[in-house]
């Protein structure tokens, strides 16, 4: 495992127990600690133990540099006041906000996201020793991402593939929070913005859609009724007498709701004697 050297810019990974680096000089004040502790006897051991929750971590530099052995807690452990100190990780589950985002989709739609993010500290040390404020980073890291993902997508992979839109994202961050012992947890898009005039749009094309899906159900059904009609007056013609009981019905349903309306059908026939007679 490697640790970080000053000349170069490599991130530090854990503590290497194989060696402090403290040096003679280290262990000399480590020594002499000792001693201070030993000759204040018992008043120095009220600020040699510490305590951390269940739900923290400490991460003890001892001149300096991170103590072999990883973080402490939860619970009671041991510093030497005058060459340790320590730093308190919280180890619990935080969620932030993603302020609304104005992205430029693929297909040229400019919307407003937000969201939000759920992370945990993985691993205290890398917290402490590879970013100075990891909530920060990880805000501005998601802000980033949230923009860079959807700006590849289209107006309706966004609003219709949201979940695999903060699966996405959360792939992407968890890599990129890796070297600084953050683990995330949950990615959710909260809301998609659209601008008034696309709305409109949008809400008139909808309308349209409809309009016109309802015309062809109309015409559809129209085309349905007459073929029952056809095949109706293809019945009624072979058994001439249907007619009759159709025109009794079609009296009594009449008579049933207007009873000063009476409707005597005229057969054609007669009709047409009495255009030939008046011709003549």
Same mark, same amino acid.
């Given at each position: 495992?490697?640790?970080?050297?000053?000349?170069?810019?490599?991130?530090?990974?854990?503590?290497?127990?194989?060696?402090?680096?403290?040096?003679?000089?280290g262990?000399?004040?480590?020594?002499?600690s000792?001693?201070?502790?030993?000759?204040?006897?018992?008043?120095?051991?009220?600020?040699?133990?510490?305590?951390?929750?269940e739900?923290?971590?400490?991460?003890?530099?001892?001149?300096?540099?991170?103590?072999?052995?990883g973080?402490?807690?939860?619970?009671?452990?041991?510093?030497?006041?005058?060459?340790?100190?320590?730093?308190?990780?919280d180890?619990?589950?935080?969620?932030?906000?993603i302020?609304p985002?104005e992205?430029?989709?693929?297909?040229?739609?400019?919307v407003?996201?937000?969201?939000?993010?759920?992370?945990?500290?993985?691993?205290?040390?890398? %917290?402490?020793?590879?970013?100075? *404020? +990891?909530?920060? $980073?990880?805000?501005?890291? /998601? !802000?980033?991402?949230?923009?860079?993902?959807?700006?590849?997508?289209?107006?309706?992979?966004?609003?219709?593939?949201?979940?695999?839109?903060?699966?996405?994202m959360?792939?992407?961050?968890?890599?990129?929070?890796?070297?600084?012992?953050?683990?995330?947890?949950r990615?959710?898009?909260?809301?998609?913005?659209?601008?008034?005039?696309?709305?409109?749009?949008?809400?008139?094309?909808?309308?349209?859609?409809?309009?016109?899906?309802a015309?062809?159900? %109309?015409?559809?059904?129209?085309? *349905? +009724?007459?073929? $029952?009609?056809?095949?109706? /007056? !293809?019945?009624?013609?072979?058994?001439?007498?249907?007619?009759?009981?159709?025109?009794?019905?079609?009296l009594?349903?009449?008579?049933?709701?207007?009873?000063?309306?009476?409707?005597f059908?005229?057969?054609?026939?007669?009709?047409?004697?009495?255009?030939?007679?008046?011709?003549?």
């Amino acid at each position: 495992m490697s640790k970080r050297n000053p000349d170069d810019n490599q991130l530090y990974s854990s503590p290497d127990p194989s060696s402090s680096g403290v040096g003679c000089c280290g262990y000399l004040l480590i020594g002499l600690s000792y001693f201070l502790i030993l000759i204040t006897f018992p008043i120095s051991i009220w600020m040699c133990f510490k305590i951390v929750q269940e739900y923290e971590r400490a991460v003890i530099f001892t001149l300096g540099r991170i103590k072999p052995g990883g973080a402490k807690g939860p619970g009671l452990f041991w510093i030497v006041p005058c060459t340790d100190n320590f730093v308190k990780v919280d180890m619990r589950t935080v969620n932030f906000d993603i302020p609304p985002q104005e992205i430029l989709t693929k297909d040229s739609v400019t919307v407003s996201v937000d969201g939000v993010v759920y992370y945990r500290v993985q691993n205290a040390i890398l %917290s402490v020793a590879n970013i100075t *404020n +990891a909530n920060s $980073a990880t805000q501005l890291l /998601a !802000q980033t991402t949230l923009r860079n993902v959807l700006g590849t997508k289209n107006l309706a992979e966004i609003l219709s593939d949201r979940e695999e839109i903060a699966h996405t994202m959360q792939l992407t961050l968890d890599e990129a929070t890796d070297n600084w012992g953050i683990k995330l947890e949950r990615v959710d898009i909260k809301d998609v913005k659209l601008p008034q005039q696309l709305q409109r749009a949008m809400a008139a094309e909808a309308e349209a859609t409809r309009e016109a899906r309802a015309k062809v159900i %109309s015409a559809e059904g129209e085309m *349905n +009724a007459s073929r $029952a009609l056809k095949e109706a /007056a !293809q019945v009624m013609g072979e058994a001439p007498a249907a007619m009759q009981l159709r025109y009794l019905q079609t009296l009594n349903t009449i008579a049933a709701e207007r009873n000063s309306t009476i409707i005597f059908p005229l057969p054609m026939d007669l009709l047409q004697g009495m255009g030939a007679s008046w011709k003549k």
